[in-house]
């Protein structure tokens, strides 16, 4: 099992930017998917965006398509999601997690089996 540690959520003004970061440790990423979900108060997880972590291919939701942009440092084995523009609606709590690269679809929550515990993104008015 791979442990994930999500760092650089915080409080950020509408229009602005933030970037948070995903450190993974105790196992390999090969052949691996890196995804961010991101869950707010009383709605369901939703995908954000992945990336292959052999390739660097990446996927985006409809939320991050424009605005947000994930990529990876393999020698720190690191994947970043670096969002601009954020708003309001932004605000969650964003997940880091981790899939083999043939199980399941991206951006199902369910195809994940390594979780990070999180980081809070608030974005104010």
């Known amino acids: 099992q791979v442990h994930l540690v999500e760092s650089g959520g915080g409080l950020v003004q509408a229009g602005g930017s933030l970037r948070v970061s995903c450190t993974a440790s105790?196992?390999?990423?090969?052949?691996?998917?890196m995804g961010w979900f991101r869950q707010a108060p009383g709605k369901e997880r939703e995908f954000v965006a992945a990336?292959?972590?052999?390739?660097?291919?990446?996927y985006k939701g409809d939320s991050a398509k424009g605005r947000f942009t994930i990529s990876r440092d393999i020698a720190k084995n690191t994947v970043y999601l670096q969002m601009n523009s954020l708003s309001p609606e932004d605000t969650a709590v964003y997940y880091c997690a981790r899939k083999d690269y043939s199980s399941g679809s991206y951006n199902s929550h369910w195809s994940y089996t390594d979780w990070g515990q999180g980081t809070q993104v608030t974005v104010s008015s």
């Open positions: 990336i292959s972590w052999n390739i660097g291919i990446t």
């Open positions: 105790g196992g390999t990423l090969m052949s691996s998917v």
